[in-house]
Each structure stands twice: as C-alpha cells, then as structure tokens.
C-alpha cells in the first residue's frame, strides 16, 4: 500500500507560479512511476505529467509542455510539479498517483495509488 498526499495548491494569478508536492508512504516509493492528474470542474480527470523510477524519463502533456516540470526527489519520497506561466485553463484539482509500470504513463488506469487532491485556482 502507498499513501501519497499532495500540497501546493492555491491561488494565483495568471502568469504566475506555483510547486505542488506530493510525499509518498508505504511500500518502497523509488519503485513506482510517479504522475500528476488534473480534473476540472464539470470534466474527466486528465493526465498531466509522468516520471520514471529514476528521474530519467518523462512525459508532459501537450498542453503545458513548456510550462511545468515534473521531479522527484528519492530520499525525501516527494515528487513535484513545478508550475509557470499558469493560465484559467489550468484551474482544477490536481492529484498525485503512483503506477507500477516501468516507464512513464499517461493511462489513469495504470496508476494504482491516488492522492486526494489538491485545488490549484488561477484567475484572469
């Protein structure tokens, strides 16, 4: 079992920037695929970024490549999403999961272990 809760979140405005966090308990968290899920009110949960065991292969979605950043940091069993240059479209809540694929992926069904959530709100 793996508990993950995310932190992070809040309000800010366009332009701007926030780190989301998401620390990992229970089983071994160096042997999970690590992504971030966002869903928006009214919309289907939809992936946002995803990274390796190691930190050495991602994946980003199209729609905030260039924006965000997805790390992890082993030994403190955290991983982050670094968010600029946030937009409106970005407002949701954002949830953390762990997968035990072996590379990146961007399937929600392959993730086994979900967080609760964290709001992320961006205003115009």
């Known amino acids: 079992q793996v508990q993950l809760v995310e932190s992070g979140g809040g309000l800010v405005q366009a332009g701007g920037s926030l780190r989301l966090s998401c620390v990992a308990s229970?089983?071994?968290?160096?042997?999970?695929?690590m992504g971030w899920f966002r869903q928006a009110p009214g919309k289907e949960r939809v992936f946002v970024a995803a990274?390796?065991?190691?930190?050495?292969?991602?994946a980003v979605a199209n729609s905030v490549k260039g924006r965000f950043t997805i790390s992890r940091d082993s030994a403190k069993n955290t991983v982050y999403l670094q968010m600029n240059s946030l937009k409106p479209e970005d407002t949701a809540v954002y949830y953390c999961a762990a997968s035990r694929t072996v590379v990146p992926t961007a399937s929600s069904n392959e993730y086994d272990y979900w967080g609760q959530g964290t709001q992320v709100t961006v205003s115009s």
């Open positions: 990274i390796s065991w190691g930190g050495g292969s991602t």
């Open positions: 229970g089983r071994t968290f160096s042997n999970y695929v």
